[in-house]
């Protein structure tokens, strides 16, 4: 029988440099699946519908949400983001590993329901080297951008609530750590499926005197 693939939640602070982490995984791990959220803003520029995001109106987020459609969801900056159950059912039931992004709010949602996943924060270097990051996207004025410092600051505070945290100091070395540690979740002892019926009823006995 087919076990089910690990779920790997990552969040981290706007500008932490998500979206290359993940384009690397995907360059390294090709067989890694990715959960495509569900969001009401627009596009930014370079941005694929159905790569990205999938960009819906307030209305059928709403509608999504009473039909009961999201594993969880949450209203950040005026705009709806969420996790539809079918896009990680599809790939994770299916024994593929699926990483999900999602913000602090959302990855808590999911430990409040004790959602079986890997939960991973990841830092930036600094808080001046956040800022300096959201400048160079030249995509937010002054104000927002200080606006989403303060947000970081207190997603930051909730980092110690997650299994692993990761430093995003050199794009690379972080995509080789991030595998490190799906690696080490693959050999976990509650994980492990015997090769033979000897071996399986050898650990099974064991565990049972």
């Known amino acids: ?3 089910n693939g690990i779920i790997f939640i990552l969040s981290a602070p706007s500008g932490t440099g998500k979206t290359t982490i993940c384009k690397l995984l995907t360059q390294k791990l090709p067989d890694l699946k990715f959960s495509t959220s569900h969001t009401t803003r627009e596009p930014r520029n370079g941005e694929v ?3 990205d995001y999938h960009f819906i109106s307030n209305k059928e987020f709403e509608e999504k949400i009473e039909r009961g459609e999201f594993l969880e969801w949450a209203k950040v900056f005026k705009n709806y983001y969420g996790t539809a159950f079918e896009s990680v059912d599809r790939h994770h039931l299916n024994g593929d590993d699926v990483l999900i992004e999602l913000d602090v709010q959302g990855a808590q949602s999911l430990r409040d329901i004790h959602y079986k996943a890997v939960f991973i924060f990841m830092m930036p270097p600094s808080l001046e ?3 300096g990051r959201l400048n160079n996207r030249g995509t937010e004025s002054a104000s927002k951008i200080q606006e989403r410092l303060k947000i970081s600051e207190k997603e930051i505070q909730l980092s110690p609530l997650y299994d692993y945290i990761l430093t995003n100091v050199d794009a690379e070395q972080t995509t080789d750590h ?3 540690i799906i690696t080490a979740e693959h050999f976990r002892k509650e994980r492990y499926k ?3 019926p000897d071996l399986d009823n050898l650990i099974n006995n064991e565990a049972h005197t």
């Open 129 to 131: 080297a956040l800022e």
């Open 194 to 196: 015997p090769s033979s």
């Open 1 to 3: 029988m087919q076990s």
């Open 49 to 51: 519908e159905g790569t």
């Open 178 to 180: 991030f595998l490190s």
